[in-house]
Nanobody
Framework: QVQLVESGGGLVQPGGSLRLSCAASGIIFSMYRLKWYRQAPGKQRELVAV???????NYADSVKGRFTISRDNAKNTVLLQMNSLKPEDTAVYYC?????????WGQGTQVTVSS
């Protein structure tokens, strides 16, 4: 059974930092491209960051220079370090793993940026 479990969300003040973690089980983790998405209330889900199997990364323009995605294949974990958080970063954050025709999602973790 495949599981992706996110953690690390919470309430943080503007300018603060959070680190999201997504632990995977039931898949050959190193084979998968990993992504973080987010969905704010009333908005469509948007791609935030991607890391490929070779470690190449890409980011949405809105988070470039503030967020960093990384992976630890030994621990089957993908991380999203979020710095200089803004109120507009408030959303439910989801991790996603895809390879070939396989595509898996976590349940999401809430991030709220507010003073």
């Amino acid at each position: 059974q495949v599981q992706l479990v996110e953690s690390g969300g919470g309430l943080v003040q503007p300018g603060g930092s959070l680190r999201l973690s997504c632990a995977a089980s039931g898949i050959i983790f190193s084979m998968y491209r990993l992504k973080w998405y987010r969905q704010a209330p009333g908005k469509q889900r948007e791609l935030v960051a991607v890391i490929t199997t070779t470690g190449s990364t890409n980011y949405a323009d809105s988070v470039k220079g503030r967020f960093t995605i990384s992976r630890d294949n030994a621990k089957n974990t993908v991380l999203l370090q979020m710095n200089s958080l803004k109120p507009e970063d408030t959303a439910v954050y989801y991790c996603n793993a895809d390879w070939d025709l396989r595509d898996y999602w976590g349940q999401g973790t809430q991030v709220t940026v507010s003073s």
